[in-house]
């Protein structure tokens, strides 16, 4: 293992069964504590057996990094700022459309259920397509990984052009099957490319300042669906829904033309060239049992997450409130998951990643349990839309900082990537949930809610029951 003194610092301790991983940022230190830490870490492998010791190693990986390690000479002159700031906009223009579309589905899918498709498609094949686009997000990120080596501002550009091709294609829509082809797979593929995009250029340009740098990039998820939602209803309202998704479609290219012109690598094209394409899946990560635990509960309490934003407009109309409210709702829902992810985000800092996600998870299915049920009034609605939205996204923050603490950091390629692919599994809480309100009315849906948020983090509970050997207090 290489030592490294620049920007973080890997903790590491071991027990009698595996060591644990821990990720803290490094502070400043003197020269002379420099030294010390360095003979301390050559003698990491003598003591790594011993269960009371304690090592600090130096590193440049921390959460953010989800491809391969960047090259040590490439590390020494990362700017942590400079132009990397306009690299930061260009993953906010990205984050707008990706995850802003995917939040107001909902709207698209009610204006299509009394106009277009009326009488064509059920609520349960309408939703469906909100969840074949998340699929086809998660489903395909390894390719996007696999044509790295092409470059950035590439990939940026070819998603740019797949997503605002699906929504210009989706104007067209006279079948539910062209909007499966259209919004569902097109755009979801086109998502991908912009997705790991982001996620592996920032890294490149920041250290100390990287998880500012990955916050302003997120930030244009929530504002996104915050801007959209009343957008689009005014379109629908004033234009028609095949131009809606032409001139969301424009929006969506003339920001994307911005992003691609400021997205850069700021690795040298030689060295991006020269990259072997590989799959960044590796088998082994099911061997570990701690894991495959993960795997399970993330993605049984992130079934919970898509089946409200999609049905909030349908449940608003069928409580009698107007499009215009529910509209206003769904942007409620998403500002308050933008600010959720920034305060939950910091504070998962001083109590620990897994802590934070299973106690949000919990108060975002108790929300469903005991508030959805009784909103009935704009009011009560508007409690539920506040507090469930500031609790449910959480995943989304988290999914890395925990994969990293499970698998260490040599494996957090592979450990995200898989991740991401099984989280396109989580999709089909959607249709679960159209089906059982066909049959059985709204409050099945709200308690299926309810039922995967809280399974969800109760294994995860067991899963920090394992990662701390029985101390549920203590910070993971």
Not at 8 to 37: A, F, G, H, M, W
Not at 176 to 205: A, D, N, R
Not at 323 to 344: P, Q, Y
Not at 447 to 469: E, H, P
Request: aromatic share 12%; hydrophobic share 45%.
């Amino acid at each position: 293992m290489e030592l490294n003194k620049h920007d973080n610092e890997l903790t590491l301790t071991s027990d009698n069964i595996s060591p644990i991983v821990d990720l803290e940022k490094q502070s400043s230190y003197t020269l002379n504590e420099k030294r010390q830490q360095s003979f301390n870490n050559q003698n990491l492998d003598k003591n790594i057996d011993d269960p009371t010791t304690l090592k600090k190693v130096y590193s440049t990986l921390d959460e953010a990094s989800i491809l391969e390690p960047l090259p040590k000479h490439i590390q020494d002159d990362i700017p942590d700022g400079g132009y990397g700031w306009a690299v930061a906009i260009a993953g906010f223009c990205a984050n707008f459309f990706i995850f802003g579309i995917s939040n107001v589905y909902g709207i698209f899918s009610q204006a299509f259920a009394t106009s277009t498709l009326e009488g064509k498609a059920s609520t349960l094949e309408l939703l469906a397509v909100g969840s074949v686009m998340n699929v086809s997000l998660n489903l395909f990120t390894p390719v996007s990984i696999m044509l790295a080596r092409f470059g950035t501002r590439f990939n940026y550009a070819l998603g740019s052009i797949l997503m605002c091709l699906g929504l210009m294609l989706a104007s067209f829509t006279t079948e539910v099957w062209h909007l499966y082809l259209t919004q569902g797979v097109l755009y979801g593929f086109g998502c991908s490319f912009l997705y790991m995009s982001v996620s592996s250029v920032i890294p490149q340009w920041f250290t100390t300042r990287r998880a500012t740098a990955m916050g302003i990039s997120s930030c244009g998820s929530g504002l996104g669906g915050l801007g959209l939602s009343p957008m689009v209803n005014y379109l629908i309202t004033k234009y028609g829904l095949a131009w809606s998704y032409r001139i969301v479609g424009f929006f969506c290219l003339g920001l994307c033309v911005v992003g691609t012109i400021l997205v850069k690598d700021r690795l040298p094209k030689s060295y991006i060239r020269n990259q072997p394409i590989k799959s960044p899946i590796q088998v082994s990560l099911f061997k570990k049992t701690d894991y495959n635990i993960w795997l399970i509960g993330s993605v049984i309490a992130l079934m919970g997450y898509l089946g409200p934003m999609f049905y909030l407009p349908k449940y608003a109309a069928d409580i009698g409130l107007t499009s215009e409210d529910s509209s206003n709702l769904l942007a409620i829902v998403c500002a308050m998951n933008a600010v959720g992810r920034i305060v939950f985000g910091f504070l998962a800092d001083k109590i620990g990643q897994l802590n934070m996600f299973i106690t949000v998870s919990a108060l975002a299915g108790i929300f469903s349990f005991v508030i959805w049920p009784f909103a009935t009034s704009y009011n009560v609605l508007l409690v539920f839309c506040i507090l469930w939205g500031i609790t449910s996204g959480m995943y989304y923050t988290l999914a890395a900082p925990i994969t990293a603490n499970v698998v260490g950091m040599n494996m957090l390629s592979s450990g995200l990537s898989v991740v991401f692919i099984f989280s396109a599994i989580s999709a089909m809480g959607t249709p679960i949930m159209a089906a059982l309100q066909e049959s059985h009315g709204y409050l099945s849906i709200q308690m299926f809610d309810g039922a995967v948020y809280v399974t969800g983090a109760l294994i995860c509970l067991f899963l920090k029951y394992r990662l701390t050997r029985g101390s549920l207090l203590s910070k993971c």
